[in-house]
């Protein structure tokens, strides 16, 4: 089969879009992965999965003179979000919802692959459709099985992120931190239930998330550098069963973003010092937890991101921007650290925010996108 056509690609990215799966479920996406690279002509395609990580799907395709292995890495998991973009091929999967644009970043991936399926090419590539982005670690589990030894371990790792603050189809990177990293964290506030009338009764831990939210948010504004900067979200607060029973109970998860890591562990603790006087001031349990897993800020490799930039910047067809780091989090970030790399972004403008229920990235990114990354891939494998 030659390369994927526009239409074909605009038929993969929508059939996508219809069949999100939360990390580490993708199985449907993985089966239709499999079944579309199927189509490709075979004749240098290599394709395995991890034992250990089902979900995952790893392309080898070798070259006719390599010099080096070229990684290229896709995420393909979607977030419990409820759709409401109100298009014809919205998600069919209740309450859950590609907003975050894998399907565009698959996508994009299947096509450039397709590419390099029938024009072969110089240097081997590993195509890497990583499960597990949002959350569980995808990329750590997969290098943590061993999916990245003897012949699959690419010398150089790229990958990218769609964004809707830049013109579809535009390539956005930056030198030195692209991405922040991350640590989840869980709060379990425990006190003591009782009736509504007789509070002195009970220990309220609806009161309690309240006062640990609020003092939460002076780390940032008091206890970091403003210049440096942070961020800490609570996106979930679960409390109480109905408006006349004090909770006893509570649960609270958030995530901290951060440039450095340095800046990550500094939050972290201070996290830990306010949850230790919330449970002093308010005579109740408090159980944090953190976790960066895979989370680490993702930095570009000096070299590879700077021949990059160089490459886009002078490419006929690219409309390259460059860009600030984003506090946004990625696991790339993890297999950065193991492989040198470059994460970019490309645009695929919209008025809605990643993560949004109403997120439509715009499709005339797919091409502009495949496009700009074969022809640096081509330019790559014309280095020494
Ligand atoms: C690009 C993007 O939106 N990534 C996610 C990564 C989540 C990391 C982790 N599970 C956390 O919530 O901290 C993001 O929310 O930035």
Redesign the pocket.
């Known amino acids: 089969m030659p390369a994927l056509k526009e239409a074909d690609l605009i038929q993969i990215r929508r059939h996508l879009h219809q069949i999100p799966e939360l990390a580490l479920q993708e199985t449907q996406t993985h089966a239709y992965l499999k079944a579309v690279i199927a189509q490709f002509d075979q004749t240098n395609l290599t394709v395995r999965g991890i034992d250990s990580l089902p979900t995952a799907l790893l392309v080898r395709v070798a070259g006719s003179d390599p010099k080096r292995t070229i990684g290229y890495r896709a995420d393909i998991d979607a977030l419990p979000v409820t759709e409401a973009t109100g298009l014809a091929f919205a998600s069919k999967h209740e309450n859950v919802m590609h907003a ?1 644009g894998h399907d565009i970043h698959m996508t994009v991936a299947l096509g450039v692959l397709s590419y390099f399926a029938s024009h072969q090419p110089k240097d081997n590539l590993i195509f890497f459709f990583q499960p597990a ?4 670690n995808g990329g750590k589990l997969a290098y943590e099985a061993g999916a990245f030894e003897g012949q699959w371990r690419p010398d150089e790792f790229y990958g990218l ?1 769609d964004t809707p603050d830049l013109p579809a189809g535009a390539i956005g990177c930056r030198m030195g931190t692209l ?2 990293g ?3 964290v869980n709060v379990d506030l425990i006190g003591k239930s009782g009736h509504a009338a007789y509070p002195q009764n009970a220990n309220d831990m609806v009161v309690v998330a309240a006062q640990f939210i609020n003092q939460i948010q002076t780390i940032i504004s008091r206890s970091i550098d403003p210049i440096q900067s942070g961020v800490i979200t609570f ?1 979930k607060l679960d409390a109480g069963t109905i408006r006349n029973v004090i909770a006893g109970k509570a649960r609270i998860e958030g ?3 951060g440039l450095t890591q340095t800046m990550i562990e500094t939050i972290d603790e201070r996290i830990k010092d306010v949850a230790a006087g919330i449970a002093r001031s308010y005579n109740c349990k408090v159980d944090v937890e953190l976790n960066q ?1 895979g ?1 680490l800020p993702v930095e570009n490799d000096p070299k590879l991101t700077a021949n990059l930039i160089q490459f886009m910047q002078h490419a006929d067809k690219v409309n390259f921007i460059e860009t600030e780091p984003a ?5 790339f970030g993890y297999l950065l650290s193991k492989i040198h790399g470059t994460m970019f972004w490309l645009g695929v403008q919209d008025d809605s925010q ?2 949004a229920a109403t997120f439509t990235p715009r499709e005339e990114a797919i091409e502009p996108g495949i496009d700009a990354i074969t022809s640096f891939l081509n330019y790559r494998m014309q280095q020494a």
Do not use: I, K, P, Q
């Not at 506090?327 to 696991?331: H, K, L, P, R, V």
């Open positions: 975050c982005e949002e959350s569980e992120h991405f922040a991350t640590t989840e996106g995530t901290v973003r897993g989370y506090m946004t989090g990625e696991d990643l993560h």
